[in-house]
């Protein structure tokens, strides 16, 4: 099982990023995906997860400015990031387990190897 994380880079305050995970080696379509940060210095923190039924979970610090997805045709896990904050700045890692997990849990699944998200003003 790969999971590789593709589309950090640097932006300015107030802009905007798509991270995108892909996948491969899973059947996709039965796993919960998630997306996962951890600031420099900083534990990580579930940022938002998405349900084989496209059910999502946000975390408090992102709602109503990102926005998970999937496309499970692609073996594919997006973020859509926008208004992004100085506090956003982290390395973003996505997750895959076969089963939901509770928030404030980690996912015992697989993991990818990150992407960096820098924002600055």
């Known amino acids: 099982v790969q999971l590789v994380e593709s589309g950090g880079d640097s932006v300015q305050v107030g802009g905007s990023l798509r991270l995108t995970c892909t996948a491969s080696g899973l059947m996709f379509n039965r796993y919960v995906l998630g997306w996962f940060r951890q600031p420099p210095g900083k534990v990580r923190e579930e940022v938002a997860i998405?349900?084989?039924?496209?059910?999502?979970r946000y975390s408090d610090s992102v709602k109503g400015r990102f926005d998970i997805s999937r496309n499970n045709r692609k073996n594919a896990l997006y973020l859509q990031m926008k208004d992004l904050r100085p506090e956003d700045t982290a390395m973003y890692f996505c997750?895959?387990?076969?089963?939901?997990?509770?928030?404030?849990?980690?996912?015992?699944?697989?993991w990818g190897q990150g992407t960096q998200v820098t924002v600055s003003s």
């Open positions: 997750a895959a387990d076969d089963k939901w997990w509770p928030a404030s849990t980690a996912p015992s699944g697989y």
């Open positions: 998405i349900g084989i039924s496209d059910i999502p």
